[in-house]
């Protein structure tokens, strides 16, 4: 098994802030350079800023991908939650980083997300203060700066996201959370400084767009800087404004921890009990998922309708409504079929038979509440559904002959539909 430490020469370079404190000091010498020295105007600043969000988020999208914690994902999400809840994860050979199963989920929501985000910032900032005719000459402007910026995030990545462990801390989702501010500085500190300098400019009824960008002075552009360099400080002392808002009466929200790395705990004492859905549970459960997702419909209804603007004569409907049901059958299978319950001397875990993982544990004290229910279909089936309430969750185990073994693991009787 691969060793979970950096290598050392990793470790070394990253003792303390010096790499991400450089990194931050390069952004933010680059522009300041840029506007005193070399005479840059709005438009190579908002340039250079663009595609820093745009370098940014790239990097951002690497981290998130070798996360060392899983992400927070809805466990009622279609597909994706029950896969959310198995946490399996690719080792890579020598390097002690994982590919988490639940990051994967995570990228292809957050990289379009990053793309229109990246996108929006630079019609409304780059968009307004480039003339059409310059948009070659600004970017010959800034490319050598704009290379400098990859290669200091890609090296920061590499020393302080890595070498110093910091990944086993993120999950996917808050890997990329500091791209969103730092696209909110950047449009709005333009914002600022085009509506200001387009109303001392600009005539009545003229676009904001027929803005000159040499007519903002060095002391606007230098306050640009200087905003883009306080967000950036932020950037770099979150963890101490976290650990003040945890330690603090007030509530921030900048204090947040993922959830933890280490697998559920499936060990069990003796004896154990294992229970599983019978197979007529399994198909009747398959069928009628898509009558609890609404999302399923919507997944056929789409389909149906992209048959109908891109295809004639085929039957589009029909495919639709079945893809739907396989959709249904896979989610149904992935949070139930798939599944089995074991039941040992003091706590119930929930097993993947696929990958052997384990989902879920509950001892005896966490819950809250036990019952057991009898819907339409468990009466049809002749079973029965064990609902397990917790403090803050709950967990159904529908479709079984026979619950008492796991009804045996809590102290407390359950309550049944006949009383």
Do not use: C
Not at 315 to 330: E, F, K, N, P, R
Request: charged share 20%; glycine share 10%; net charge negative.
């Amino acid at each position: 098994m691969p060793s979970s430490r950096p290598p050392d020469g990793l470790r070394a370079l990253a003792r303390g802030r010096r790499p991400r404190v450089l990194s931050v000091a390069l952004a933010n010498l680059l522009p300041l350079v840029g506007v005193v020295s070399l005479g840059w105007n709005a438009a190579a600043l908002m340039t250079l800023y663009w595609f820093e969000l745009g370098i940014a988020s790239g990097w951002a999208l690497v981290r998130a991908l070798f996360a060392g914690r899983p992400s927070e994902i809805e466990r009622d999400g279609l597909l994706i939650g029950p896969l959310a809840q198995r946490r399996v994860a690719l080792s890579i050979p020598w390097t002690g980083v994982q590919v988490r199963l639940s990051s994967l989920l995570v990228l292809p929501v957050a990289a379009p997300i990053l793309a229109v985000v990246w996108l929006v910032v630079g019609t409304l900032t780059v968009g307004v203060v480039v003339e059409e005719g310059n948009v070659s000459t600004v970017v010959d402007t800034v490319a050598l700066a704009t290379l400098a910026l990859f290669i200091g995030e890609g090296v920061t990545t590499l020393v302080e996201y890595f070498g110093r462990g910091e990944h086993r801390d993120h999950s996917a989702q808050t890997a990329i959370q500091g791209v969103f501010a730092q696209g909110a500085a950047i449009f709005f500190g333009a914002l600022f400084t085009v509506t200001i300098v387009g109303a001392g400019t600009l005539e009545e009824d003229t676009p904001i767009s027929a803005i000159d960008p040499d007519a903002i002075g060095i002391p606007l552009l230098l306050g640009i800087v200087a905003v883009k360099f306080a967000f950036d400080l932020a950037g770099l002392y979150g963890d101490r404004l976290a650990a003040f808002d945890e330690s603090s009466s007030l509530d921030l929200g900048l204090s947040y921890d993922p959830p933890a790395a280490e697998p559920v705990d499936g060990s069990l004492a003796e004896p154990t009990e294992t229970v599983r859905q019978p197979r007529r549970a399994r198909l009747a459960g398959a069928l009628t998922t898509p009558l609890g997702h609404p999302g399923l419909w919507y997944v056929g209804g789409g389909l149906a309708l992209l048959g109908l603007l891109f295809a004639f004569g085929g039957d589009w409907g029909t495919v639709a409504l079945l893809l739907a049901a396989a959709l249904a059958a896979l989610d149904h299978e992935l949070r139930h079929g798939l599944v089995e319950y074991r039941a040992g001397d003091g706590a119930l875990v929930a097993r993947d038979r696929l990958s052997g993982a384990t989902m879920w544990r509950v001892e005896p004290w966490d819950e809250t509440d036990l019952r057991v229910e009898r819907r339409r279909l468990d009466r049809r089936l002749g079973t029965e559904t064990v609902v397990i309430e917790l403090r803050d969750d709950e967990y159904r185990i529908p479709g079984l002959d026979d619950p008492e073994p796991v009804l045996d693991v809590f102290d407390r009787r359950p309550d049944r539909p006949d009383g």
